[in-house]
């Protein structure tokens, strides 16, 4: 498809309430200032805001409100986090472009604004308005931007409207938040979708659920911007055509703090603390521990039929995980990621199982100073290499095996400057195609964004970025959960669904287009931990030959002396 970049740069124009914007918006306004698609030409700012009172404001000062505001002040003395995506900037520090005041009109949830200010407005020919500000908006401020006013959602507008943004998913125990960006319309909460989004919920606090999706929503809006600009009008409206293509009915109601009574918000309260209790007690008898598990098959086939695999226990102060596997005369070498519980970082280790299924003890072959997992393995020119996860370094590495299956040698970096976990390649029409999940922004998971960055080889110098980056953002589908692999001739990708807590389990997805310029992916089948009562998740797959090895999460009790050297540490305060 050829390219028809925009010739100038997007004009953009802001709709604020106070030259106070949170640190989310602030780090969002400077990549679109550093951008070479796009350029802050005017800020219309609210001066009516002070002749108002926000619904919350309202709900708060009545008794009916009390315990939610008791709620919201626990929350956030109990959970600071680390960078706060509200903390305060001052958006003078870094714009400095003509700024109209306006009065709206106001009715009891709507701002709309006069025409002697839209008329000002037209001179500035904005193409995107971003609403950071203001009530819902009526009337000709919708249109007097080009491509309209871009606006967030910080929920999914499928299933919850309305606000406060991350208490009901966290209040209601739903396993994903989402995020909607959109186009603006006269049609309340159902505007043009430009982009969706979902996070794990954060079911501990509200705070901390709304500081994870806030951090990484803010790049939603500068990459469709991006988009904009490179494919020009046409084109990206296309794309943005068939995202709406379907009709979407609201059967849920309208989620208002008033909606929220007393006696459910201190129910609320009694059981967040009480979980919390609870989870402290039992971690104090019980560990999560990473186990494998194995299926060898009489002839060379995936094995589908988890119930008939046999598990393999690490000792119980170290857990196993991430598995690749490689066959040699016989034998199977499966590398994995070790990690022993006192020093808390992982290394790569590896286990050899004979054609029976009798395995030795792992012995570790690549330790760095900092934490390595996910041993993905590649065959290249007769050699074998191993990229190790490797994301408190930054890098995506590249490692040679120089003396099978024990002594590995650093080749080279592919990517540097980079916070990637799981990186997984398949070649596909002679090029090499590196996907890994990424985090964009500081303050975000890393469990949520699928990028892709192809190279025409292994050892190239750069890999370039995929136009659609990140190609999937959704934390029950994104993260790679090993290698891709073939059946009946269509090409599968393994993922990660960490909705309802880290690797809950995994999806199968079928490519249906991978090039250049697009990327898709169909799920066909879920796998979830219900085989076995003792464990809670299942986060990687891998076969090769006859043999198929997963990793599970068991609950396993914990030793007497394994308690009492616990509870003494936390005495002590020698422990986190």
């Given at each position: 498809?050829?390219?028809?970049?925009?010739?100038?740069?997007?004009?953009?124009?802001?709709?604020?309430?106070?030259?106070?914007?949170?640190?989310?918006?602030?780090?969002?306004?400077?990549?679109?200032?550093?951008?070479?698609?796009?350029?802050?030409?005017?800020?219309?700012?609210?001066?009516?805001?002070?002749?108002?009172?926000?619904?919350?404001?309202?709900?708060?000062?009545?008794?009916?409100?009390i315990?939610?505001?008791v709620?919201?002040?626990?929350?956030?003395?109990?959970?600071?986090?680390?960078?706060?995506?509200?903390?305060?900037?001052?958006?003078?520090?870094?714009?400095?472009?003509?700024?109209?005041?306006?009065?709206?009109?106001?009715t009891?949830?709507?701002?709309?604004?006069?025409?002697?200010?839209?008329?000002?407005?037209?001179?500035?020919?904005?193409?995107?308005?971003?609403?950071?500000?203001?009530?819902?908006?009526?009337?000709?401020?919708?249109?007097?931007?080009?491509?309209g006013?871009?606006?967030?959602?910080?929920?999914?507008?499928?299933?919850?409207?309305?606000?406060?943004?991350?208490?009901?998913?966290?209040?209601?125990?739903?396993?994903?938040?989402?995020?909607?960006?959109?186009?603006?319309?006269?049609?309340l909460?159902?505007?043009?979708?430009?982009?969706?989004?979902?996070?794990?919920?954060?079911?501990?606090?509200?705070?901390?659920?709304?500081?994870?999706?806030?951090?990484?929503?803010?790049?939603?809006?500068?990459n469709?911007?991006?988009?904009?600009?490179?494919?020009?009008?046409?084109?990206?409206?296309?794309?943005?055509?068939?995202?709406?293509?379907?009709?979407?009915?609201?059967?849920?109601?309208?989620?208002?703090?008033?909606?929220?009574?007393?006696i459910?918000?201190?129910?609320?309260i009694?059981?967040?603390?009480?979980?919390?209790?609870?989870?402290?007690?039992?971690?104090?008898?019980?560990?999560?521990?990473?186990i494998?598990?194995?299926?060898?098959?009489?002839?060379?086939?995936?094995?589908?039929?988890?119930f008939?695999?046999?598990?393999?226990?690490?000792?119980?102060?170290?857990?196993?995980?991430?598995?690749?596997?490689?066959?040699?005369?016989n034998?199977?070498?499966?590398?994995?990621?070790?990690?022993?519980?006192?020093?808390?970082?992982?290394?790569?280790?590896?286990?050899?199982?004979?054609?029976?299924?009798?395995?030795?003890?792992?012995?570790?072959?690549l330790?760095?100073?900092?934490?390595?997992s996910?041993?993905?393995l590649?065959?290249?020119?007769?050699?074998?290499?191993?990229?190790?996860?490797?994301?408190?370094?930054?890098?995506?590495?590249?490692?040679?095996c120089?003396?099978?299956?024990t002594?590995?040698?650093?080749?080279?970096?592919?990517?540097?400057?980079?916070?990637?976990?799981?990186?997984?390649?398949?070649?596909?029409?002679?090029?090499?195609?590196?996907?890994?999940?990424?985090?964009?922004?500081k303050?975000?998971?890393?469990?949520?964004?699928?990028?892709?960055?192809?190279?025409?080889?292994?050892?190239?110098?750069?890999?370039?970025?995929?136009?659609?980056?990140?190609?999937?953002?959704?934390?029950?589908?994104?993260?790679?959960?090993?290698?891709?692999?073939?059946?009946?001739?269509?090409?599968?990708?393994?993922?990660?669904?960490?909705?309802?807590?880290?690797?809950?389990?995994?999806?199968?997805?079928?490519?249906t287009?991978?090039?250049?310029?697009?990327?898709?992916?169909?799920?066909?089948?879920?796998?979830?931990?219900?085989?076995?009562?003792?464990?809670?998740?299942?986060?990687?797959?891998?076969s090769v030959?006859?043999?198929?090895?997963?990793?599970?999460?068991?609950?396993?009790?914990?030793?007497?002396?394994?308690?009492?050297?616990?509870?003494?540490?936390?005495?002590?305060?020698?422990?986190?």
């Amino acid at each position: 498809m050829e390219v028809k970049r925009m010739k100038h740069k997007l004009r953009i124009g802001l709709l604020l309430d106070s030259d106070m914007i949170a640190a989310w918006s602030y780090k969002m306004l400077e990549e679109i200032k550093e951008s070479n698609y796009a350029e802050i030409v005017v800020i219309v700012e609210n001066n009516g805001i002070k002749k108002r009172k926000t619904t919350l404001k309202n709900v708060l000062g009545k008794f009916r409100g009390i315990f939610f505001s008791v709620y919201n002040r626990l929350d956030k003395k109990l959970h600071k986090p680390n960078p706060d995506a509200f903390s305060l900037k001052n958006i003078n520090n870094l714009i400095s472009v003509p700024k109209i005041q306006v009065v709206p009109n106001q009715t009891l949830y709507s701002d709309s604004l006069p025409k002697q200010d839209i008329s000002e407005i037209e001179t500035y020919y904005v193409d995107i308005f971003i609403r950071m500000g203001f009530r819902i908006l009526r009337g000709d401020i919708l249109t007097v931007a080009k491509y309209g006013i871009w606006s967030y959602h910080h929920g999914d507008n499928s299933v919850n409207r309305g606000g406060p943004a991350g208490f009901w998913e966290v209040f209601r125990g739903w396993d994903v938040t989402g995020v909607t960006l959109q186009i603006l319309n006269e049609d309340l909460d159902n505007g043009i979708i430009l982009y969706k989004s979902f996070s794990h919920t954060a079911n501990s606090s509200v705070i901390l659920n709304k500081n994870n999706y806030y951090w990484k929503a803010l790049s939603f809006l500068p990459n469709k911007m991006r988009e904009l600009h490179d494919l020009g009008e046409n084109d990206f409206f296309e794309n943005i055509k068939e995202l709406n293509s379907n009709p979407e009915f609201y059967s849920n109601p309208l989620y208002q703090p008033k909606n929220i009574r007393n006696i459910e918000m201190l129910y609320f309260i009694f059981s967040t603390v009480r979980n919390v209790v609870k989870g402290k007690i039992l971690n104090q008898i019980y560990q999560d521990q990473w186990i494998l598990l194995y299926k060898l098959n009489t002839t060379d086939s995936i094995s589908k039929s988890f119930f008939r695999f046999n598990k393999m226990i690490p000792p119980k102060d170290r857990f196993w995980a991430d598995p690749f596997v490689i066959q040699k005369e016989n034998s199977s070498y499966i590398f994995i990621e070790e990690l022993l519980y006192k020093t808390r970082k992982g290394h790569i280790s590896v286990i050899v199982m004979d054609c029976n299924g009798k395995y030795s003890e792992p012995v570790k072959v690549l330790e760095a100073d900092y934490h390595m997992s996910y041993p993905f393995l590649i065959e290249e020119d007769g050699a074998l290499f191993m990229i190790p996860e490797t994301k408190q370094n930054k890098t995506i590495d590249l490692y040679r095996c120089v003396e099978f299956p024990t002594k590995w040698d650093y080749e080279k970096t592919l990517i540097n400057d980079i916070e990637a976990v799981d990186a997984t390649i398949t070649v596909k029409d002679n090029i090499y195609w590196l996907f890994a999940n990424v985090t964009t922004n500081k303050g975000a998971s890393s469990w949520d964004e699928l990028h892709i960055f192809s190279a025409p080889s292994l050892f190239s110098n750069h890999w370039k970025v995929h136009p659609k980056n990140p190609v999937i953002s959704d934390v029950r589908q994104a993260r790679p959960a090993g290698n891709f692999f073939t059946y009946n001739n269509n090409l599968y990708r393994p993922s990660q669904n960490s909705s309802r807590r880290y690797g809950y389990g995994m999806k199968i997805n079928r490519v249906t287009e991978l090039n250049n310029n697009n990327y898709k992916e169909e799920t066909v089948n879920s796998i979830y931990p219900n085989w076995d009562k003792s464990l809670n998740a299942v986060h990687t797959i891998n076969s090769v030959g006859n043999l198929t090895v997963i990793d599970s999460l068991m609950k396993r009790k914990r030793g007497i002396w394994q308690m009492a050297g616990n509870l003494l540490m936390k005495f002590t305060g020698n422990i986190r």
